[in-house]
């Protein structure tokens, strides 16, 4: 995940995308706007896009949206 992310990240946003990137995958992280947001520095664009994730099969999973509205959270935090 840390060779794909070109700016600098604090412990909070880190933490964040790890967690992100282990339940998502490093191939569908690659390729995701999240990344590219992230890259380009537009932070607060990139933080919205956690929630996105959270279809399987089609539909939203509760838990999944429970998880990335969690992750979002933890990436917006200040430190």
Sequence with gaps: M???VTVP???NQQAALID???NLGAGNF???TL???LNAGDFARAV???T???HADGRVLPGLLRRREAE???FAAPI
């Design 9 to 11: 990240l604090n412990p």
């Design 35 to 37: 990344l590219r947001l």
């Design 2 to 4: 840390t060779s794909q």
């Design 48 to 50: 919205r896009q956690f």
């Design 20 to 22: 992100f990137v282990y």
């Design 72 to 74: 979002a959270a933890l």
């Design 30 to 32: 690659r390729a995701s």
């Design 52 to 54: 996105l994730w959270d």
